[in-house]
């Protein structure tokens, strides 16, 4: 059962001139948003293809009907965004020796990764060193690195974290930052190692070595290196069986390297083994771009403070064909996000009375590519991220009827928890926990982004639960969902999909949205 807007009212201070206009938003707008932007047309919306400059034509233009002001470069409503895409070949190649024995290996069977120096080749060598997790977390009194100086060094490493010793160690079954393979690289870069080779096995990394091969066989787009900048001359994995072959060479064994690892008093392990790469690479700059429009505040004392409301447009783009289709249309991931940010910018700009501070909509490129478009906007910010009150984020949400809860996972460690948690009680929204923790799904969107800047930032998720199905609807279709359609040709716009589930989605921010701009 749901709350109807008059009893909104009757609970709201704002008082009801903001209801009347905040309950426009409309489910249908949302899916004729999601029907265009996942039409066959916008040929799946590619960064670097055709259509992915279609949908961000389209959504500036919807930004500019709304009324909503241009905030990207030059009063336009986009903000450049230099990527390099690379595509590692697999003509690149590892050998390591040590004590006269040697092992070459070879890439996808042995191994995969990237030259982060974005050059087209590159050979270099250095002596390997073993670190564990890679991970240095004062707050949970976990050092790997123990001070060793591994600069020049090449980084073998688990991804994931060490087991869980109780509820509050790295924050229990919960994915910490620090297991994401992204921090391993980030810290071996902060030390100043020349290369980090992460060692896959499937329960460390939670999906198998397919899936790593696969996600590094094909072009992935990264910011663009500034002059002078340092990166890895390789970030890569490796997998269980190449690692102990490489392992070997020094008397090791990986399985015992792990053992070692998962304990405290863990120290770096000079291996003694000479790691020589050679690496080949297609390189390609593509100009992608973020779209971006202000709706400003009412109160020139707060107006420069900002709600920023974030989606995705990219998906895939044209891909490898599965069953004839080569379109990957990406309907629910993520047209539907930018469906609701769409909306949301036309009813924010529609407001007779504007809240106090500003909202910027902002719909960025590349987030399948690894959230490059909002780190780029995080290193780029179009208001100061100073200034920045929080992003909410929004990324595949379900059109399966209508919502009787929501998944805001990492909403709960921002300052505005309690506002979240009456507002999802005025709309009479249970908030449901993530129910995989252990898969990190809060460092997958860009909300993230945000979040890793130190901006209070989250995504208003999928539901669980919808009204008049049974119990655990919603979990069912996101597992068929992910099983089926996710990042397939198939995901695509359904006639007879419900979009009640967006319209709440969409309130849900904008009320939000709408209490902290005015706080
Ligand atoms: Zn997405």
Known sequence: MSITYKSIGLVMIAGALLLAEDSSLSAE???????FLASDLLEGRGVGQRGGDLATEYIATQFALAGAKPAGDGQTFFQKVPLIGLDAQPASQLSASSAGMN????????????????????????GVVFVGHGITAPEYRWDDYKGVDVSGKILLMFTNEPPSQDATFFDGPALTYYGRWTYKYEEGLRRGARAVILIHTTPTAGYGWDVVRSSWSRETPYVKLEPGAKALSLAGWMTHDAAQRLVALAGRNVDDLLDAAEKPGFRPVDLNILLRAAMVQKVRQIDSRNV?????????????????????WDHLGIGTPVN????????????????????????WAALRQKPRRSALFLSVTAEEGGLKGSEYYAAHPLVPLEKTV????????????????????????????????????????????DSQPGQGYYFRSDHFSFAHVGIPAFSIGHATE????????????????????????SDEFQPDWNFTALQQAAQFGFLLGQEIANR
């Not at 009204?467 to 089926?484: C, I, L, V």
């Open 103 to 126: 092992v070459d290996f070879r890439w996808g069977d042995d191994f995969v990764g990237a030259d982060l120096t974005q050059r087209p080749s590159g050979n270099f060598e250095g």
């Open 292 to 312: 971006a429009a202000l709706v400003p505040g009412s109160d020139p004392k707060v107006s420069g403070q900002t709600v920023v409301f974030s989606a995705h």
């Open 324 to 347: 004839g289709d080569a379109i990957y249309n990406g309907a629910i991931d993520n047209a539907t996000g930018c469906a609701i940010l769409m909306e949301l910018a036309r009813a």
């Open 466 to 489: 919808f009204a008049g199905k049974p119990a655990g609807y919603g979990q069912t279709m996101w597992q068929e969902y992910n099983a089926r359609h996710y990042h397939q040709p």
């Open 390 to 433: 929080i992003d909410l984020n929004y990324d595949a949400i379900y059109p399966f009827g209508r919502a009787k809860d929501v998944v805001i996972t990492g909403a709960g460690k921002t300052p505005f928890w309690p506002l979240v948690q009456q507002i999802a009680a005025r709309l009479n929204l249970a908030i449901s926990p």
């Open 29 to 35: 707008r949302i899916r004729a948003h999601t029907r």
